[in-house]
């Protein structure tokens, strides 16, 4: 791994190689500062091409070395030499150019790029700044207020784009280095002046301060608590206001700064933890990773709402044809139309990167089953009903081919249930949606105990496919996601009983970072879906006696709240009112109700509960520990393989602030005995609170010393592991 060099007539290219992504560690910056200097020295260069091995640039800085302090040139240091040379400089872009790789770019003196490349400055998403000039330069480059879009959003942006912009100065469609040659070749003896950015002058705009206010303004309400986007503005800022080397100061002193919140680790960890998740062992079962997923050409959706949809629309939009089946023609209309405007909108995207329909797979919608005969892999998307999944995977077992696997998307029911019923048990698996399919990241796949690793494997690579993050995760009701929800959503309906109102609650979780609080939530998700499925197990009732002071079911606290909206007819945003009113036209926006207040304190004086201030601290903790402590309890179950898996469902469908890692490495942050105090200190006041009990991994860990998130394993070493 170093950068080597080679000779083209008069043209020197050397070349990055560090695989897989030519990340810029200290011994590739060290190699790439020698062999420029002996091709800026070398009497027989005229031209210098700076290139990427493995089909692309640089990936930018090596984030791994974050963590250890690497003693060699830094990157703008780099930056400043190739600069100031007085031999012309092109990088050739192939794949990627991305944060300290588009810097190192950027202080090429020419770019051209091939028409598949990317380039970005996505250190925001790591929770730093472009660090090594890209905050000074892109600016002078092509103005303030692309500069702002790129670098606070950190989007990956296509040559084309990077064309248009001026980023790039040429794309081709050929060989990038022999591009980049005949063009260093064009440009020797021209003046290099006008082509050093950090002398360039910033193109002048006259509402300035309204576009950074607007900016700071757009980043604090969206990417609420998190700093990154912040100090990328202030960044970009001083480009307009400071000389060059001010500026670049000032990326010094703000990037410091970053290091200081946490925030950047908890990204950093957040970063590796999605790529790790494809990765790890079943200690039980043999490893997935190492069995090949079997290939599949076509699929099979089944059931076309909401969540059938978008999963038509994912995987049209990787190409793959699927035949759409309905239980009967209206719904197969309804759910054609749905489908047919959602895929107009993809074509629109990809006109506008230069791409046609053929990028897009076909859809045959149909009411015939028989038509999945051919089809290699099934995905049943109805309503979560027991009975209704087993009819259609009893059916599928006539149907499908012997070797098509068959997938369910529940969110919560028994995989070996569904499994039981079909004559591949060992092909059946649980592939878990989030809403809306076709753009949440997330896929959590369930295995039944019946699973083999081949399926596993092939729903992994599916949710890769599909361009999604898959976790693999255990057989238990709710699976993890959901089944952490309800301790966290008990907290917040008890919260509510003693004195709250579900805005001071959303509010308090929306500050901690929250995308958005968990009334809202439910609201947003409809009240009457768990209520319906609560009423067919027969939880909801019976309902203790208003004048009860003790509020239980079956011995334990419970909060009929959610239950007595839903026989008032408050669904949430649906019906127009839940734990919030909904108004015309949008019908979207919560509003506190003035009734639930006069709702709260009536139950409350039913009941006897004796309101009490609570502080957003409090909200937090209570919510926050018993989504943490129902963490550690599917680790103990084996349900999830570590906490990384944990922290990725959670970052990737529950809307948990990235920049906090998610909620295993927030707890390992806060210090897992002050979880574990607060926690005690909950459950002995309310022994009928039982998914507050501290669990018993938690309070290993503890005894142990606190050991890293990474050391976890060991503890759950021979624990009770599903997978
Ligand atoms: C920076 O540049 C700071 C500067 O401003 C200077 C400051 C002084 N470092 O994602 P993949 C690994 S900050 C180390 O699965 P893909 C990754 O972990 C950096 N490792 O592939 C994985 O390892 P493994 C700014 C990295 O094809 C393997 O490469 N740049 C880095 O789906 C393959 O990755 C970024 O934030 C890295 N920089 O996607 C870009 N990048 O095989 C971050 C990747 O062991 N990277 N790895 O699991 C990406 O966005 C994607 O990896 C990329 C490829 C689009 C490049």
Not at 146 to 153: F, H, N, P, T
Not at 187 to 204: C, E, W
Not at 448 to 458: D, F, K, V, Y
Not at 459 to 485: D, E, S
């Amino acid at each position: 791994m170093a950068a080597t060099r080679r000779l083209s007539h008069t043209v020197a290219v050397i070349i990055l190689n560090h695989p897989p992504v030519n990340a810029l560690s200290s011994s590739v910056r060290q190699s790439l500062l020698k062999e420029f200097g002996e091709a800026s020295k070398d009497p027989l260069v005229e031209a210098i091409v700076l290139t990427g091995a493995n089909g692309k640039f640089s990936a930018g800085a090596d984030i791994r070395e974050f963590s250890t302090s690497a003693a060699t040139a830094s990157l703008e240091f780099i930056n400043a030499t190739i600069e100031g040379s007085t031999k012309p400089v092109v990088a050739a872009i192939e794949g990627v150019a991305l944060g300290g790789g588009l810097e190192l770019a950027l202080s090429c003196h020419y770019r051209v790029a091939n028409t598949q490349a990317f380039v970005g400055l996505p250190e925001v998403l790591i929770g730093i700044l472009p660090a090594a000039g890209g905050t000074q330069r892109l600016p002078r480059l092509i103005g303030v207020p692309a500069a702002l879009d790129m670098i606070v959003r950190g989007r990956h942006v296509p040559a084309g784009e990077a064309f248009q912009l001026g980023i790039v100065d040429e794309v081709v469609n050929s060989d990038i280095v022999d591009a980049a040659i005949q063009f260093a070749r064009k440009v020797v003896g021209q003046s290099l002046d006008a082509r050093r950015l950090s002398t360039k002058p910033i193109q002048p705009i006259t509402n300035l301060g309204t576009l950074l206010d607007t900016a700071v303004e757009k980043a604090t309400r969206q990417f609420r608590g998190a700093q990154a986007p912040l100090a990328c503005i202030e960044a970009v800022k001083a480009s307009v206001y400071l000389p060059f080397h001010k500026g670049i100061e000032k990326e010094q002193e703000l990037i410091k700064s970053l290091w200081a919140t946490g925030q950047p680790q908890a990204l950093q960890y957040a970063f590796f933890s999605e790529r790790n998740v494809g990765k790890w062992t079943t200690p039980s079962g043999g490893r997935w990773d190492r069995v090949p997923p079997r290939s599949f050409q076509t699929a099979g959706v089944i059931g076309l709402g909401t969540m059938g949809r978008g999963i038509v629309i994912s995987l049209l939009k990787a190409n793959i044809p699927v035949i759409a089946i309905e239980q009967d023609a209206k719904q197969l209309d309804l759910g054609r139309n749905a489908v047919d405007s959602l895929l107009k909108r993809e074509f629109e995207k990809l006109k506008q990167q230069g791409k046609t329909a053929s990028e897009l797979g076909s859809v045959q919608f149909t009411l015939d089953f028989g038509e999945l005969k051919h089809v290699d892999l099934i995905i049943e998307a109805v309503y979560e009903n027991m009975k209704l999944k087993k009819e259609i995977f009893k059916k599928l077992s006539f149907i499908a081919k012997p070797d098509a696997f068959l997938c369910t998307n529940t969110s919560g029911l028994n995989i070996d249930e569904i499994a039981s019923v079909t004559d591949r048990p060992q092909q059946v698996i649980g592939t878990h949606f989030f809403s809306p399919a076709n753009i949440m990241r997330l896929l959590e796949v369930v295995r039944g105990c019946h699973t083999s690793l081949t399926t596993i494997a092939t729903a992994m690579n599916l949710g890769k496919t599909l361009g999604k993050v898959a976790v693999l995760v255990g057989n238990c009701p709710l699976f993890v996601g959901n089944r952490m929800l309800g301790p966290y959503l008990e907290q917040a309906s008890y919260l509510v009983e003693e004195g709250c109102n579900p805005e001071d609650v959303d509010q308090a979780l929306e500050t901690f970072g929250f995308a958005m609080g968990p009334f809202r939530m439910m609201d947003l998700a409809g009240l009457d879906v768990g209520w319906r499925s609560r009423m067919e197990k027969g939880l909801t009732g019976p309902r203790v006696p208003p004048e009860a002071p003790a509020r239980q079911r079956n011995g334990n606290r419970y909060s009929p709240l959610a239950d007595m909206l839903c026989e008032l007819g408050r669904f949430g945003q649906k019906s127009g009112k839940g734990w919030y009113r909904y108004e015309k036209p949008s019908g979207r926006n919560a509003k506190p109700d003035p009734w639930m207040r006069e709702f709260l304190e009536k139950y409350r004086r039913d009941h006897q509960i004796v309101h009490h201030p609570v502080n957003p601290q409090e909200i937090q903790e209570r919510c926050v520990y018993a989504l943490i402590n129902e963490g550690f309890r599917v680790l103990e179950e084996g349900i999830a393989s570590g906490p990384e898996d944990i922290d990725v469902i959670y970052n990737n469908g529950y809307g948990f602030p990235k920049y906090r890692g998610g909620p295993m490495y927030y707890a390992y942050t806060t210090g897992l005995s002050k979880v574990l105090g607060a926690l005690e200190s909950y459950y002995k006041a309310n022994s009928d609170v039982p998914s507050m009990k501290p669990t018993f991994l938690l309070k290993k860990i503890v005894a142990v010393g606190e050991p890293s998130i990474k050391e976890w394993k060991t503890q759950l070493g021979n624990l009770n592991n599903k997978l």
